[in-house]
C-alpha cells in the first residue's frame, strides 16, 4: 500500500508514505471532502529538502504516526546539518472535520543544532471525478490566498455558487510565510524537542471554524472508538488469525462510517468511494448485522431518505428506486454529471428491503419498519413497475442516462456479462442473483406486513414470490451443467457463463434443496475456487481472466454473500472450504486486511497475487471476516416467530470458538465451540433475547 489514508466522517486525507501530498502520484493523494479536494500540496521540508522516512505505519486509519529524519547536508563543503541527527515526528489525526497534525523535531547532534522546518501547500479544489480523470466540465476560479496571524487561507469561487476556502493555522510564530509557504526556525541542544501544531479545515458557504484544543479533541476521538469497541461482540478463538481479521474489520468499518443525517452507515471504500452507495453500503450493513445493528438502521434511513420519486432518465431514476450512489462536488451539483443522487444499480432496492428484513429478524424492531412503511410499498412498487419492465416478472436494467453505467448488478464493469461464445450480452438483462434479491426481500417483507397485520398485502407478496420462483427456475437453470445462468439477455436468451452470481442465491430461498447442493458443488471445484477464495468467472470460460476487475478475480463481499448462503442451507462443508482458503488469502496482506478483490490464480505461485489497484479499506471487504463469525455459528435469528437457528461447526484448523454478547431481540446470546474428540460440543453461555434457540448439537467435525 503506497498511501496512507485517515478519515472520520467525510473528511479524509490521502499522503504518501512521507505524509506528504504530492504530484504525479498515481493515487492523486489530498485533503477531501464533499468529492472536492481541499488541499492538493503538502509537504515538509527540513532546510529546504524532503527528509527520510523511517517508519510509516497505515495499519491505523483514524490517526497516523510518521517517523522521518534529515539527509545529509552541506553547503560549499561546509556542513550544515549531519545526516540522522533531527528525528521528525509527524503525527495526525481527523476530529469533527478538522485536520490536526503536530511537527515535532528532537535532535540528536552532539552539539547545539539550527535548522529550519518547513510546509509546502496548497488548494486546486478540484472535483473528484476530475481528479480522477473521467470527467471535464465546466468549474470555478481559484480565489485569493489570504495572509493572516498564524494562518493562511486558500479560497474558491465555485461554478456552483458555493464559496469554497482552505483554513491553515498553527500555533507558533513563523520565522517566514507567504502564499503557500510557511516556516519555523529552530535551534535545539542535544535532546531537545520542539513541535508544531497545525489544524486544515476544508470549509463551504457560511461553514465556521470547529477547531478546539487538539488534546481535548484527540480524546473525544479516541473515547468515540472505545465506545465502538466496548458495543461489540467478543470474538475468541484458537485460531488467532481469525480474531486478527475480525478486528481489522470492525476497526475498518468504524472509520468508514459517515453520518449524513440520518444516522451512522458505512461508505463504500478509501481513497475514491467515501460516500452513500447504495449497494455497498447495505451489503456492508447487512454483513455488520450480528455485531452492530444501528448501522443497518441508519442505513436503511438514510437510504428512505434519497429514494426516487420521479423518473428522470439523466439518473436512470424511477419512483420507489433505492440511490446507487450520491457525490457533493461542483461537476454533481450543476448536473454536469448524474450523480446527485444517481440511481444505476438494479440491485439496492431489494437489497434495501432485505436489509430492513434482516434487521427486523435480528432486532425485532417493528417500529422502523412501521416508520418506513411508505418505502416499503414504493420500493415494491418500483419492483414490479419499473423494474419487471416487461412484465415477465423478472427486473432487468437498462442504461438510459448518457453518462451512467452499463453494467448495473455489483458486476458493473462493460464485459462482465458475457456468454460463452464469447460475446457481450445486451440489454435489458436480467442478473441471477437480483432476482433472488427480489424473492427474499418479498417473501421477508410479506411476513413483516403480517406481523404489522395486514394479511392481504403478506399474501399478495407471498403470491408474487412464488410465482417468481417458478418461473425463475425454468427460465434460468442450465441442466446440462447442473448451474444457472448468470443473466437473461436481451432477447430472453440463458446468458450461461459459470459465475460466482448464482452462489448469492443460495440465501434466497428461491433454489430447490437439490440445486442449492448442485450450485454449492460447482462453486468449490477447481475451475471456481481458487484456493484462496471462489472466483467471479470460472477458469476455463470465454470470458475468464484472472487479473480482471470481474471476470475470473477474486471479490471477498463475493465469497461472503455466498457464505450465508451456504450457512442458510446448511451445507457446512463446501461453507468451511471458503472460509478456510479467505483465512489462507489474509496472511498474504498488510495488516490482516482483506482487500476489495485480488487476482484469481490458484496456489502454484505460493502466495497471492494482488490486483494493482484494490482500494482498502473497502466496507464490504471488511464486513467480510465478520460473516467467517455467523456462517460458523450457522445462527440465524427469526423475531418474528421469537427463534434462533443455530447450527454451529469448526474448521478443521480450529478447536474452540466463543462468541459473547450477540445483540439479538432484547437481549445478548453467549455461545462457545469446542472440539470434543470427533464432535463439535455446543454450550449456550447465555440468552437473555427472549427468543427460543433451534439448534443441532452434536455436529460432526470436518
Not at 493572516?148 to 498553527?170: H, P
Amino acid at each position: 500500500m503506497n498511501y496512507r489514508v485517515i478519515k472520520e466522517n467525510d473528511l479524509f486525507l490521502l499522503t504518501d508514505e512521507k505524509g506528504d501530498i504530492v504530484g504525479n502520484h498515481p493515487y492523486e493523494l489530498g485533503l477531501y471532502t464533499k468529492d472536492t479536494r481541499f488541499l492538493s500540496s503538502f509537504k515538509l521540508l527540513i532546510n529546504e529538502e524532503s527528509p527520510i522516512a523511517l517508519h510509516s505505519d497505515g495499519g491505523e486509519n483514524y490517526r497516523s504516526n510518521i517517523l522521518l529524519t534529515n539527509p545529509h547536508q552541506e553547503d560549499e563543503n561546509e556542513l550544515v546539518l549531519w545526516r540522522e541527527s533531527i528525528q521528525l515526528e509527524r503525527f495526525r489525526f481527523i476530529h469533527e472535520g478538522v485536520l490536526y497534525e503536530t511537527i515535532k523535531a528532537k535532535s540528536f547532534f552532539p552539539k547545539k543544532v539550527s535548522f529550519r522546518i518547513s510546509l509546502l501547500m496548497n488548494a486546486d479544489f478540484t472535483d473528484m471525478f476530475i481528479v480522477r480523470g473521467f470527467q471535464n466540465g465546466k468549474v470555478g476560479t481559484k480565489g485569493d490566498t489570504i495572509l493572516s496571524e498564524k494562518e493562511m487561507t486558500f479560497t474558491y469561487n465555485g461554478s456552483d455558487l458555493i464559496a469554497r476556502r482552505t483554513e491553515v493555522k498553527w500555533n507558533q510564530q513563523e520565522q517566514e510565510v507567504k502564499e503557500g509557504y510557511v516556516a519555523f526556525d529552530w535551534t535545539l541542544e542535544h535532546g531537545e524537542s520542539k513541535e508544531v501544531t497545525l489544524t486544515i479545515e476544508a470549509l463551504s458557504g457560511n461553514e465556521k471554524s470547529r477547531v478546539k484544543d487538539e488534546q481535548e479533541a484527540l480524546h473525544a476521538l479516541q473515547e468515540s472508538y472505545s465506545d465502538w469497541d466496548k458495543a461489540l461482540p467478543i470474538v475468541k478463538t484458537d485460531m488467532k488469525q481469525l480474531e486478527k481479521l475480525v478486528k481489522r474489520g470492525t476497526d475498518d468499518l468504524r472509520v468508514l462510517l459517515t453520518d449524513v443525517g440520518f444516522g451512522h452507515f458505512p461508505v463504500a471504500g478509501l481513497p475514491w468511494f467515501g460516500v452513500p452507495f447504495g449497494r455497498d453500503s447495505l451489503i456492508a450493513a447487512l454483513q455488520l448485522l450480528p455485531f452492530n445493528a444501528d448501522i443497518a438502521k441508519g442505513t436503511l434511513l438514510t437510504m428512505a431518505h434519497y429514494q426516487g420519486s420521479k423518473v428522470d432518465s439523466w439518473r436512470d431514476e424511477q419512483p420507489g428506486k433505492i440511490m446507487h450512489e450520491i457525490r457533493y462536488g461542483e461537476l454533481a451539483n450543476t448536473n454536469q454529471i448524474p450523480f446527485a443522487p444517481y440511481y444505476g444499480s438494479v440491485d439496492s432496492t431489494p437489497l434495501f428491503l432485505m436489509l430492513l428484513v434482516d434487521y427486523v429478524n435480528w432486532t425485532g424492531d417493528l417500529t422502523l419498519a412501521k416508520k418506513l412503511r411508505p418505502n416499503i410499498d414504493q420500493a415494491i412498487e418500483w419492483i414490479d413497475k419499473y423494474g419487471d419492465r416487461d412484465g415477465d416478472l423478472f427486473i432487468e436494467y437498462h442504461q438510459e442516462a448518457s453518462k451512467g453505467i452499463a453494467n448495473q448488478g455489483w458486476k458493473d464493469s462493460g464485459d462482465s456479462v458475457v456468454h460463452r461464445n464469447g460475446d457481450y450480452a445486451k440489454s435489458p438483462i436480467a442478473l441471477s442473483e437480483v432476482q433472488g434479491y427480489v424473492y427474499q426481500a418479498k417473501k421477508g417483507i410479506a411476513a413483516i406486513l403480517r406481523a404489522l397485520g395486514d394479511n392481504e398485502e403478506a399474501q399478495g407478496l407471498d403470491d408474487s414470490a412464488q410465482r417468481l420462483k417458478e418461473k425463475f427456475n425454468k427460465e434460468f437453470w442450465m441442466e446440462d451443467v447442473g448451474f444457472y445462468a448468470i443473466a437473461l439477455d436481451e432477447h430472453k436468451k440463458q446468458v450461461g457463463t459459470i459465475t460466482s452470481n448464482p452462489g448469492h442465491l443460495l440465501q434466497s430461498g428461491i433454489l430447490s434443496e437439490e440445486h442449492a447442493k448442485k450450485v454449492a458443488n460447482v462453486l468449490v471445484s477447481h475451475e471456481m475456487f481458487s484456493g484462496y477464495g471462489i472466483r467471479t468467472m470460472a477458469e476455463g470460460e470465454a470470458g475468464y481472466n484472472p487479473m480482471s476487475y470481474h471476470d475470473g478475480s477474486v471479490w471477498p463481499h463475493d465469497n461472503s454473500m455466498i457464505l450465508l448462503g451456504l450457512a442458510k442451507s446448511n451445507l457446512t462443508d463446501e461453507m468451511k472450504i471458503v472460509v478456510q482458503g479467505l483465512i489462507e488469502a489474509s496472511h498474504h496482506f498488510e495488516y490482516d486486511r482483506l482487500p476489495e478483490l485480488f487476482c484469481g490464480y490458484d496456489q502454484s505461485f505460493n502466495k497471492v497475487v494482488p490486483y494493482p489497484v484494490a482500494c482498502s479499506p473497502q466496507a464490504w471487504a471488511a464486513g467480510t471476516p465478520l460473516t467467517f463469525v455467523q456462517s460458523l455459528l450457522g445462527i440465524f435469528p427469526d423475531s418474528l416467530n421469537n427463534k434462533i437457528h443455530l447450527n454451529p461447526s469448526l474448521l478443521s484448523s480450529m478447536d474452540e470458538l466463543q462468541v459473547k454478547d450477540l445483540q439479538i431481540g432484547n437481549g445478548r446470546l453467549s455461545v462457545s465451540l469446542k472440539r470434543i474428540s470427533d464432535k463439535v460440543e455446543v454450550t449456550v453461555e447465555k440468552n437473555t433475547t427472549g427468543l427460543s434457540i433451534e439448534q443441532g448439537l452434536g455436529t460432526a467435525a470436518l
